[in-house]
């Protein structure tokens, strides 16, 4: 079972950066397409970004093209987020998951084990 931890987060000014991470245990991280998603108090889970397990397709909500990178590092099982030119609406927490089935790529009832997540927040 892949067990993740979320890090990273903090309060960041509008306009600022941060860089989150995902450290994940357990054999399967390799094998699998990773996603960010984000969640706000009364909303669904949100899909940020997912990344295969070679790198070789990366998909991002339109709404973070341009701004976010995402990015893993298979021989130290982590995943990453670059976050740029934060907005307010940013705000949210965040969470990373391995792709446990073949449906659409921005839908989290694809996605599974997820963390605990790590809190951002965008504000002056």
């Known amino acids: 079972q892949v067990q993740l931890l979320e890090s990273g987060g903090g309060l960041v000014q509008p306009g600022g950066s941060l860089r989150l991470s995902c450290a994940a245990s357990?054999?399967?991280?390799?094998?699998?397409?990773m996603g960010w998603f984000r969640q706000t108090p009364g909303k669904e889970r949100e899909f940020v970004a997912a990344?295969?397990?070679?790198?070789?397709?990366?998909y991002y909500a339109d709404f973070v093209k341009g701004r976010f990178t995402i990015s893993r590092d298979n021989a130290k099982n982590t995943l990453y987020l670059q976050m740029n030119s934060l907005k307010p609406e940013g705000t949210a927490v965040y969470y990373c998951?391995?792709?446990?089935?073949?449906?659409?790529?921005?839908?989290?009832?694809?996605?599974?084990?997820w963390g605990q997540g790590t809190q951002v927040t965008v504000s002056s």
């Open positions: 998951a391995p792709r446990r089935s073949s449906g659409d790529i921005n839908d989290p009832i694809n996605f599974g084990s």
């Open positions: 357990g054999r399967t991280f390799n094998g699998n397409t």
């Open positions: 990344i295969t397990w070679n790198a070789g397709t990366i």
